[in-house]
């Protein structure tokens, strides 16, 4: 499938952007022809991804910067908005788990994934929509889950996702006079990183793992990155203008 320039021309920040969901964004992004930034707190995984682009002949910005820290964030974002000349997309991928029961659930439990998911998107909306409005012009993307229906385990993560939500429909109401757009892609089960995580946390082997969560989906497959990519490439087209507040559930069959 020939992918186009569809992004020609307009640069996407990507939080916690080098592996997972948020590499296999960054990477469709780099495909269509769009300038690409990563911001990350795994320096080595950082590295290893800027390789990989480079060697793949992508034109990318990779900075270790933690998305809990506005100040971090906020000289990304201007280092960015220097080398290109615009940042048009930003997608708030950055996320960590600390899954737990809610009786053995500890406050830095909570703390640390509330931090990452809502401060961490809160600091990088405010970090660019200066320049978004300024060029009147932007796609806010946020990375929710189905985890926000609710999920055993996670009353922390489930809550951020949730919340997550919400700041995408009250960006769209603040920022769509500007020409900028703010959605939610809320991705079912994806093989990555953090899903070998769980696995290893509740003590079964990750292809158990995927085997179980498959019986569970209708359309017979676990989910990729390049899938949760497709969906965000969707809504930070130009031609998506009028899809604003919206939350799509890529999880291969309905979620209520």
């Known amino acids: 499938m020939d992918m186009g320039n569809h992004f020609e021309g ?48 992508f034109d ?45 659930m500890t406050d830095s439990d909570w703390d640390t994934v509330m931090d990452v998911h809502l401060k961490g998107s809160f600091n990088s909306a405010r970090a660019v929509q200066k320049y978004m409005v300024e060029n009147k012009y932007g796609r806010i993307i946020n990375i929710s889950s189905t985890s926000a229906l609710g999920n055993r385990g996670q009353a922390n993560y489930a809550t951020a996702k949730a919340g997550l939500q919400g700041f995408t429909k009250t960006l769209a109401i603040e920022l769509g006079k500007f020409g900028i757009t703010a959605n939610a892609v809320a991705p079912g089960f994806i093989e990555t990183e953090m899903t070998k995580e769980t696995a290893a946390r509740i003590g079964i082997s990750f292809e158990d793992l995927v085997q179980a969560s498959v019986e569970k989906i209708p359309a017979g497959r676990s989910g990729k990155p390049e899938d949760i990519a497709n969906a965000v490439a969707f809504y930070a087209d130009e031609r998506s203008s009028f899809v604003n507040g919206q939350v799509i559930y890529v999880a291969g069959g309905p979620k209520d």
């Open 10 to 57: 307009r640069t996407a920040f990507v939080t916690g952007g080098s592996r997972g969901i948020g590499k296999g964004i960054a990477r469709r992004f780099a495909e269509e022809g769009a300038n690409v930034a990563i911001i990350d707190v795994n320096e080595e995984a950082l590295q290893e991804v800027e390789s990989e682009f480079k060697e793949d002949g």
């Open 60 to 104: 990318i910005y990779c900075k270790t910067a933690n998305v809990v820290e506005f100040s971090q964030v906020e000289a990304a974002v201007q280092e960015v908005h220097e080398k290109f000349g615009s940042v048009d997309i930003l997608v708030n991928n950055a996320g960590v788990i600390r899954d737990n029961m809610l009786f053995k």
